[in-house]
Every structure is written in C-alpha cells, then in structure tokens.
C-alpha cells in the first residue's frame, strides 16, 4: 500500500513486475482523491494509467511511470508520465487503432486510455523507447 | 501471491473480488473456477465486483473468458455489482463485454441463473419429447 498524501509534487514508480501496475493505479487513486477529481474522472483516469503501466511492462520491457500533480493556474490536474527503454512502437496510427495488437490483446488499451483523458501525447522512437505523458484536469 | 476465493453456495459458485488483483491472481482465479465448476459440478456462477473500483481491459477480458470457458463446461456466468463510474469508464474505453451477463446485485444474479437454468432444462425435455424431423 502506498501512504503518499499527494502532497508532494511528484512520485516515482518503476515498472518491473505485476505488482508495480498495481502500485501505479493505487498511487494515482490517491493522488485522484487528493486533487478532487470527480468519482468518475477518478475511475478514467486509474483505467488509463493501469492501461499504459501494462503496456509499459509489457511491451516496453519495464520502465517507469512519474505521477505529479499539476496546475494550469484555472484548476488542478494529475499528470503521469510512462517511460520505457523499449523497442518504441514503428506505426502509432495503427498502434492507436481500436483493436491493433501484437501481443494477443484486444487492442483497446493505447487507444482507450487516449478517450479517458483530457491531454494524450506520445512521443516514441524505434530502438529507443516510448513515453507517453496523459493528463486529467478537474472540472 | 494473493488468491480470490470461490465458494460454493448451493449450486452456484460465488466469486466476490475484493482486492485489487495483480493479472497472475486474475488468471489464477480463471483456473481455479474453471476446476471449481468441474469439481462441483455446479450450472451457475457469479462474480461480484462492487469491489472494484475500476475494470481494465486485462480484468474485463478474464471476465469475457471465465464467462465463455463456463459456458463450455455448462455454466452459466453472471457478473454482478458493477460500479456505475466502472461502467462508465468501460464504455468509454471500448470494452463493451460481449456474452457477459451482467446483474445489479447477487439476489438478481441469482434469480437470473435460476430462470436461465429452468429454461434450459425445458428446452431440453422438448428435444426430448419431439422426434427429430428432418426438414430437408
Ligand atoms: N510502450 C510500448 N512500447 C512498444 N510498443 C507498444 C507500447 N505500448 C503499446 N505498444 C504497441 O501498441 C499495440 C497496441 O497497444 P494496446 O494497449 O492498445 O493493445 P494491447 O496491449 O495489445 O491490448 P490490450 O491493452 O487491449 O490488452 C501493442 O500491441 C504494442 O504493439
Ligand atoms: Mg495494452
């Protein structure tokens, strides 16, 4: 269990094993809270995150996930940045495509956490890696 | 490793999930329910997930599979509870859960797999009852 208040600025997971996807939702749960999110944006904004730390350990072949708490200067936010040092992904519309896997998934993960947030930018680069920064403001 | 305990109330199975599962203890329950049903024998499974605070696509597709894998081994699977911001967020994620049936709560599941049961075994004593015709 993580006892983070969410009032530092920002904290660090990496993403080695199952047990790490479980610690970045329950992480980002409690930084949902703590910024007010409603219950909903809370449920899309952990679905999300589960969604991209998976892909991370999966295909990125580990990496980490940076959860922060963010302000526009209107209204606070949660932001979470995944790294990874992977293979980087060679064709992203296809990649962000409802039902594009390579890995025997259904495809939805990429291109469902992308509706679930309100910001979504990836930046990926074969043999190097990808990371992928999603951002969820109040309303 | 954490495990989600089947239990065996009557003749259904009941899953209540009420931790936040790793994928291994997702698709160990998978296992462990499919030997469950085999073991009991049992026509009726429910998985409750009032739990759970969000579904993924990893969790709703054990669902998708422990419904089908019931189904091939003559059990009928309904999953019960699911929180309304859940349902939401599956949507809006893609994950529209075909073949999964669903109920508000455990009573209604139950009544649900009674009624699917009853039919069932109606249907079954009209074969029994009606030679084959052969239409062509
Ligand atoms: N971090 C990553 N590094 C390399 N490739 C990736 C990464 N994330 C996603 N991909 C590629 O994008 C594809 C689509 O990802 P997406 O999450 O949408 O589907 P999936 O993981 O295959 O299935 P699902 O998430 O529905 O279980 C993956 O199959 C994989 O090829
Ligand atoms: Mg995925």
Redesign the interface.
């Known amino acids: 269990m993580t006892t983070w208040d969410g009032a530092a600025a920002a904290e660090r997971v990496a993403i080695i094993s199952d047990q790490d996807v479980v610690r970045v939702r329950q992480l980002v749960r409690t930084l949902a809270v703590a910024v007010k999110l409603s219950l909903v944006d809370q449920t899309k904004i952990v679905t999300a995150a589960s969604e991209l730390a998976r892909n991370t350990l999966v295909y990125g072949g580990g990496g980490n996930a940076e959860v922060s708490r963010v302000d526009n200067g209107r209204k606070p936010g949660i932001r979470i940045v995944f790294a990874d040092e992977g293979p980087g992904i060679p064709d992203l519309d296809l990649a962000l495509t409802d039902g594009y896997t390579t890995g025997g998934g259904m495809g939805l993960g990429l291109s469902g956490a992308r509706r679930l947030v309100d910001e979504f930018e990836i930046d990926t680069e074969v043999g190097k890696g990808t990371t992928i920064s999603v951002t969820k403001w109040c309303r | 490793m954490e495990r989600v305990p089947v239990l065996k109330i009557g003749d259904i199975l009941l899953v209540s999930i009420q931790i936040?599962?790793?994928?291994?203890v997702a698709l160990q329950l998978q296992e462990d329910l499919a030997d469950k049903i085999v073991v009991t024998g049992c026509h009726g499974v429910i998985i409750d997930i009032s739990a759970l605070?969000?579904?993924?696509?990893?969790v709703?597709?054990t669902l998708a599979t422990i419904a089908s894998v019931s189904k091939v081994l003559d059990a009928d699977t309904v999953v019960v509870g699911m929180?309304p911001?859940?349902a939401?967020?599956l949507v809006?994620?893609?994950?529209s859960l075909p073949g999964i049936r669903t109920a508000l709560n455990v009573e209604l599941g139950m009544k649900l797999l009674a009624q699917e049961r009853e039919q069932y075994e109606l249907d079954l004593e009209d074969e029994d009852e009606e030679p084959a015709v052969s239409t062509r």
């Open positions: 936040d599962m790793e994928d291994q605070d969000i579904v993924d696509s990893f709703g597709r929180r911001a859940v939401i967020t809006e994620l893609g994950l």
